[in-house]
Each structure stands twice: as structure tokens, then as C-alpha cells.
């Protein structure tokens, strides 16, 4: 199971927001995360109509808790973040 999230990061001038993909250990344990990918992810597809849904999915991380990832790359396996609310357009 995985899903695109909203990710907070401190860098040396800031807050930073990125969505990146997250990966869960089943769908009975959502909150347990095997793996997130490092760098943010971009919408891709091999037609017109795959990019739209791949957008229309990251566009979905929006409406999630923020994941601050400074936080918590130290334990992937036992993510339990703490989470802020994610801003909604």
C-alpha cells in the first residue's frame, strides 16, 4: 500500500513542503511506513490522461496531516509522526 503525502522539512533558510510517495506495511497497519522515497515526486504518466490522474492523486495529499520528516527518519518502520494539519485550497 502507498499514497502520495505532504512532507515538512527544515533546511538552512526555512520550512520546506515537498510530496513524496510513502509506503505502508499493509493496509491493516497504515501507520506503519516501510519506506518513503528521499527525494520529492513529480507527476508523471505516459499519456496526457495518466499525468491527470497521477496529479489528481498527489493533489489528494492536500487534504492529509503533514508529515514532518526531520522528525522522524530516523524509524520509517514505526512512523508515527507528529502531524500537522495539512493547508486545504
Not at 499514497?3 to 491493516?28: A, H, P, Q, W
Not at 496526457?48 to 492529509?64: G, H, S, T
Request: charged content about 35%; overall charge positive; some cysteine.
Amino acid at each position: 500500500m502507498w499514497n502520495y503525502r505532504v512532507c515538512k522539512e527544515m533546511t538552512k533558510v526555512g520550512e520546506y513542503y515537498s510530496i513524496r510517495e510513502f509506503y505502508y506495511l499493509d493496509k491493516k497497519h497504515p501507520h506503519k511506513v516501510t519506506a518513503w522515497t528521499v527525494e520529492p515526486s513529480s507527476p508523471v504518466g505516459d499519456t496526457i490522461k495518466e499525468l491527470e490522474a497521477d496529479f489528481k492523486l498527489m493533489a489528494q495529499a492536500l487534504k492529509q496531516p503533514v508529515i514532518d520528516v526531520g522528525k522522524t527518519e530516523d524509524a520509517p518502520a514505526t512512523l508515527k509522526a507528529k502531524e500537522t494539519k495539512a493547508r486545504k485550497k
